[in-house]
């Protein structure tokens, strides 16, 4: 057998193994969501819908898949926007202090979470706010900023500030021909910032924990259920989720990516 063959085949067999670890987990947390039994188990002693079904009973989920929407769309507009306005700061002017700016929009990528949700807690416990949509929705734009800034950053990079100026001599203002020249170029940018920062705060866990006071997030429901209950309900959320994602992610590479990012 040739070289070139045994190579092929030693990455075949590494993407076959990468995909079966991604790919089992899911079949088995699918599995213990359809079991007709009263326990986690797999395989599953009988197959129902009766955890499905029992979602709907479950008032604390509701109340937890709402809030994380909410948190999750918010975040991601403010993150989107708030990196837009620096994005436009860092790469059209220079001024002191330009790297230091740019350092502290990245920093809550190095920072541990369970630091940034210990100092969040210390800090708002100490101003008074024990109110979680409010801390968790500090908390979120500040773990999702630096996600949207590396990416509108890099989009915004890639425009010439000359082609505004060009629209500008032909009598275009500033701010139209910014929204006309500029934003069309960089809406991939926008697009795949804004999903980074929905999916980053939507499946936050480890900093959220420690600012849900009077409500509480989804990973955070999911996680307590686990602990505390042994019925398969938080699997089925789970399992809605997983799908929901794939959902997601099939019907944005169907209409949407393929749009955006070839210019049609």
């Known amino acids: 057998m040739s070289v070139r063959k045994t190579q092929h085949l030693g990455m075949r067999a590494i993407g076959g193994a990468l995909i079966l670890v991604l790919v089992v987990p899911i079949v088995v947390l699918i599995g213990v969501s359809l079991n007709s039994g009263v326990e986690q188990v797999f395989p599953p002693r009988g197959l129902s819908l009766r955890w499905y079904e029992n979602l709907a009973n479950r008032s604390g989920f509701v109340e937890a898949a709402r809030l994380t929407l909410m948190l999750a769309v918010g975040s991601a507009l403010v993150s989107v926007l708030v990196s837009l306005c620096a994005s436009v700061a860092l790469t059209r002017f220079r001024f002191v202090g330009h790297d230091v700016v740019l350092t502290l929009l990245l920093s809550p990528l190095i920072v541990p979470q369970v630091v940034v949700g ?54 275009a203002t500033p701010l139209r021909a910014f929204f006309q020249i500029t934003i069309p170029q960089i809406a ?10 929905f999916v980053t705060s939507f499946e936050n866990f480890t900093a959220s924990q420690f600012l849900v006071w009077d409500r509480t997030t989804l990973p955070v429901a999911i996680y307590t259920s686990v602990q505390t209950e042994n019925d398969p309900t938080a699997t089925a959320l789970s399992s809605l989720i997983v799908l929901a994602v794939v959902l997601f992610i099939a019907i944005f590479n169907r209409f949407v990516a393929k749009h955006m990012f070839s210019g049609g």
């Open 118 to 171: 210990m100092g969040f807690l210390v800090t708002l416990a100490g101003l008074g706010i024990f109110n979680s949509f409010i801390s968790l929705a500090l908390l979120h734009c500040v773990i999702t900023l630096p996600f949207t800034v590396r990416v509108v950053l890099s989009a915004m990079s890639g425009v010439p500030n000359s082609l505004e100026q060009a629209a500008q001599s032909l009598g």
């Open 188 to 197: 991939p940018g926008l697009a795949a910032g804004g999903i980074f920062a």
